[in-house]
């Protein structure tokens, strides 16, 4: 069982930076993609960005040019860099790894509060 356990989130105010940890208890290398998605209340989970195994990334439109995701292969940790952070990106966000046979594991979630 992969278990994945976010950290890094908060109450930041608008134009503020956070950076988000997923630490996962395998390999991260041994997944197909790892990414981070979000969750505002009364609206859909929704990816903010993805790294695959070859590490393509790919980031929501909304997000391009402010969060950057990486990853730390010795710590089996990826980030998230949230930088010009606004009060729209105020949500849960959960980190999401999907292995080889698309099976997808989830983290229990980190708040993220921005402030106008």
């Known amino acids: 069982q992969v278990q994945l356990v976010e950290s890094g989130g908060g109450l930041v105010q608008a134009g503020g930076s956070l950076r988000l940890s997923c630490a996962a208890s395998?390999?991260?290398?041994?997944?197909?993609?790892m990414g981070w998605y979000r969750q505002a209340p009364g609206k859909q989970r929704e990816l903010v960005a993805g790294?695959?195994?070859?590490?393509?990334?790919n980031y929501a439109d909304s997000v391009k040019g402010r969060f950057i995701i990486s990853r730390e292969g010795n710590k089996n940790t990826v980030y998230l860099q949230m930088n010009g952070l606004k009060p729209e990106d105020t949500a849960v966000y959960y980190c999401?790894?999907?292995?080889?046979?698309?099976?997808?594991?989830w983290g229990q979630g980190t708040q993220v509060t921005v402030s106008s």
């Open positions: 999401n790894a999907e292995n080889p046979w698309r099976r997808t594991y």
């Open positions: 395998v390999s991260i290398f041994s997944m197909r993609a």
């Open positions: 790294i695959t195994s070859g590490d393509s990334t």
